[in-house]
């Protein structure tokens, strides 16, 4: 039957065995993706795109001397000396714009710059978030709304060139799309309110939020302990019985290693076939 989270019922929560799954604490969020880049997809359409323009980002990479540059072909460094910005203390230059790139396409770029880009996998504090990478970012939009630019440009009736294409490029990285724009995962946020109501201990919760899941029925899927890693700040200090933690009922040993076996294995028994069997294993132990 179909339960819900069973908040504040200790007896019931205690008849439940857990199917394993992934835990909301242990999925992968957007600032994760970003920081674990280099497990991010490799991309085809990122070679064509970057890849005529390596000499221009490791040069961004090398030599932190701004004033070498033309503006025009770096609007970044535009920016950086617009605004006086200030280097941090390796020499970076953090800038804050990714426009409309989401975290999956962030970390695509930042692992095929590593991965191209000599020099930049030995140092990644200095061009992750930083001027290159953004500029290749720049690069990127440049290449992909090109057609919808162009069409701005003939439309005010000015002239259409690859300066202008990449100053709408940056443009675009600077004003477009704040990240609460971004489509949120619902079923994540969902998945983590049921868990917390699940797993919560303290005092509202009562004694059905000290790790009373299965504690009448045996061993969760797997033999899957449900409580590893649970966050900080859904256990709070309560008053405790030593009764809550008892089992109370159990599952005879190899009744409980063979429904084991089958859940774990997902042996193809059929349910005639799978009660003779439970019947046979009964039948040398009291019933329950």
């Known amino acids: 039957d179909l339960v819900d989270e069973l908040w504040q019922d200790q007896a019931k929560r205690r008849e439940i065995r857990l199917g394993e799954w992934i835990h909301s604490w242990d999925t992968p969020r957007e600032e994760d993706l970003i920081q674990n880049f280099m497990s991010a997809e490799v991309s085809k359409e990122l070679d064509d795109i970057l890849l005529p323009h390596i000499a221009s980002l490791q040069k961004l990479l090398d030599s932190p001397d701004l004033n070498q540059y033309g503006a025009e072909a770096y609007p970044v460094i535009d920016y950086i000396l617009q605004s ?14 990714c426009g409309d790139i989401s975290s999956h396409e962030y970390a695509k770029i930042a692992r095929w710059f590593s991965e191209n880009v000599p020099g930049a996998s030995g140092q990644v504090e200095k061009w992750l978030g930083g001027m290159p990478l953004v500029h290749a970012f720049t690069l990127v939009v440049a290449h992909r709304k090109a057609s919808d630019f162009e069409k701005r440009i003939e439309a005010r009736n000015e002239e259409w060139n690859d300066s202008m294409l990449l100053k709408m490029a940056w443009a675009d990285l600077m004003i477009s799309y704040p990240t609460n724009s971004f489509v949120a995962d619902v079923d994540l946020e969902c998945l983590t309110a049921l868990e917390a109501r699940m797993f919560e201990d303290s005092e509202e919760a009562g004694p059905a939020g000290n790790q009373q899941w299965g504690l009448d029925a045996g061993q969760h899927h797997r033999r899957w302990n449900v409580y590893v890693g649970i966050p900080d700040e859904w256990v709070s200090a309560r008053d405790y019985s030593e009764s809550e933690l008892e089992v109370r009922k159990t599952l005879p040993a190899p009744f409980d290693r063979y429904l084991t076996y089958v859940i774990d294995s997902a042996a193809p028994y059929s349910v005639i076939t799978l009660m003779l069997h439970l019947w046979s294993l009964q039948t040398s132990y009291p019933k329950l």
């Open 84 to 97: 006086k910005k200030k280097p941090d203390g390796v020499g970076a230059y953090s800038i804050p714009f």
